[in-house]
Nanobody, 119 residues
């Protein structure tokens, strides 16, 4: 099993910044990716950003490109999401997930952390 624990959420004013962390523990894999998703009230969950663990390749949703940065610390098995220039529409519960490559499914999920951006 894999445990994913997020931290770093909170309340911030529009234009501000937050840094989310997701620490992974338990079973290890040789080839995997980690990602951040978010879900706002009344909306479907949406992809935010992902990073492959070995190569560090990244991809982003168009809505966050240029504002959010995903990174990882291999030694600490932790993935980060630096969120800058936050907007009220970024308000959501942010969850991290792990994808065992080459499979398409994010098999493991964290419990989520609330991010609220006030206008």
């Amino acid at each position: 099993q894999v445990q994913l624990v997020e931290s770093g959420g909170g309340l911030v004013q529009a234009g501000g910044s937050l840094r989310l962390s997701c620490a992974a523990s338990g079973r290890t894999f040789s080839n995997y990716a980690m990602a951040w998703f978010r879900q706002a009230p009344g909306k479907e969950r949406e992809f935010v950003a992902a990073i492959t663990w070995s190569a560090g390749s990244t991809r982003y949703a168009d809505s966050v490109k240029g504002r959010f940065t995903i990174s990882r610390d291999n030694a600490k098995n932790t993935v980060f999401l630096q969120m800058n220039s936050l907007k009220p529409e970024d308000t959501a519960v942010y969850s991290c997930a792990l994808q065992v490559l080459p499979g398409p499914i994010y098999r493991y999920w964290g419990q989520g952390t609330q991010v609220t951006v006030s206008s």
